[in-house]
């Protein structure tokens, strides 16, 4: 998981370099605060992968696959309704909460930190999808696996930032985030599926119950 981190982390400093270099210095004082801010509403959908991970470690260990499977399923419909929230918060108290944390600043601060936590509380869905996978990966023993997704979204952000941030100016670096969740989220959803495959279609538990009648049965059987 360090390395996981220490990938992720890398990513993000090049991406606040992206920032940085931009003619106007306000898009970086707008963007700086607006992260703060957009982790907030995003430490809720990471507190939501932490649950999965708990969740999936226990059915994994009591070998409860078709359990784990629908606990996934349910969680990602569970997850469009906290995403909604999310977005909702992050989009509606963009402006109030960048006034309250710099007060005084150029109205033109408060725009574009409306404009960058509306970019990113639109694919908020994308980041819930990457938390949930990638601590469901973990649960079930593939940690190593997970670095995948961190080198994934790295490359999808050094390639904006020296692409589309260069292109199109702080519209360009904005969509940094997003498309690197969507590219760790795809990630993690198509090894966590080649996993899953090699997981039995019968639980355990199911499978000794079902031993457990046969056996119980066999008695009979032979007196008639």
Avoid at 21 to 40: C, E, F, R, S
Avoid at 43 to 59: F, I, K
Avoid at 63 to 87: E, M
């Amino acid at each position: 998981m360090a390395i996981q981190f220490v990938i992720t982390a890398s990513g993000c400093m090049i991406q606040q370099r992206a920032f940085n270099v931009l003619p106007d210095p306000n898009y970086a004082m707008a963007q700086g605060t607006a992260g703060k801010i957009d982790n907030i509403f995003g430490m809720v959908l990471n507190g939501c992968g932490v649950a999965m991970a708990t969740y999936a470690g226990q059915n994994f260990g009591a070998k409860n696959y078709n359990r784990l499977r629908q606990g996934l399923k349910a969680g990602l419909l569970v997850g469009l309704i906290y995403t909604a929230f999310s977005s909702i918060g992050a989009i509606t108290l963009a402006t109030p909460l960048t006034r309250l944390l710099l007060p005084g600043a150029p109205d033109i601060v408060y725009t574009y930190s409306q404009q960058y936590l509306t970019i990113q509380g639109i694919c908020y869905y994308f980041l819930f999808a990457l938390f949930l996978f990638r601590q469901a990966l973990q649960a079930v023993g593939k940690s190593s696996l997970t670095v995948l997704g961190g080198i994934v979204e790295l490359v999808l952000r050094v390639f904006v930032c020296f692409t589309f941030a260069i292109w199109f100016g702080f519209d360009g670096a904005c969509i940094s985030n997003p498309l690197a969740w969507l590219g760790g989220a795809l990630c993690f959803i198509f090894l966590f599926i080649a996993v899953a495959k090699k997981f039995p279609h019968a639980d355990y538990n199911e499978k000794v119950s079902a031993e457990k009648n046969a056996q119980a049965d066999t008695p009979n059987t032979i007196e008639a």
